[in-house]
Nanobody, 121 residues
């Protein structure tokens, strides 16, 4: 019923930038907090950034000052602008969103399929 589709990943040199997008579609009544996580093979998924409907955002310390999370509520889309990328930012990035499909139901968490970000010279 609800799908999150990420785009924008790829290969970039250290110091470069990428912008990830995540579009939500389907039977959406309301979207609450949204966020980005990342995961390397064999490691736990790590929270990168979150933003609520009031546009209050939080970041993991390692990306503060370099990454910016944003959202366009009218388009049901979230973004992650990544600047000054480092090799240690190489991971699969996943978007997540709290979505309600009608006014009578609460929010449920949905995940995107992931997009690979590789930072290498």
């Amino acid at each position: 019923q609800v799908q999150l589709v990420e785009s924008g990943g790829g290969l970039v040199q250290p110091g470069g930038s990428l912008r990830l997008s995540c579009a939500a579609s389907g039977s959406i009544y309301s979207i609450g907090s949204v966020g980005w996580y990342r995961q390397a093979p064999g490691k736990q998924r790590e929270l990168v950034a979150t933003i609520n409907r009031g546009s209050m955002s939080n970041y993991v310390d390692s990306v503060k000052g370099r990454f910016t999370i944003s959202r366009d509520n009218a388009k049901n889309t979230m973004y992650l602008q990544m600047n000054s990328l480092k090799p240690e930012d190489t991971d699969v990035y996943y978007c997540t969103a709290e979505v309600s499909i009608n006014a009578a139901l609460g929010y449920r968490n949905y995940w995107g399929q992931g997009t690979q970000v590789a930072v290498s010279s």
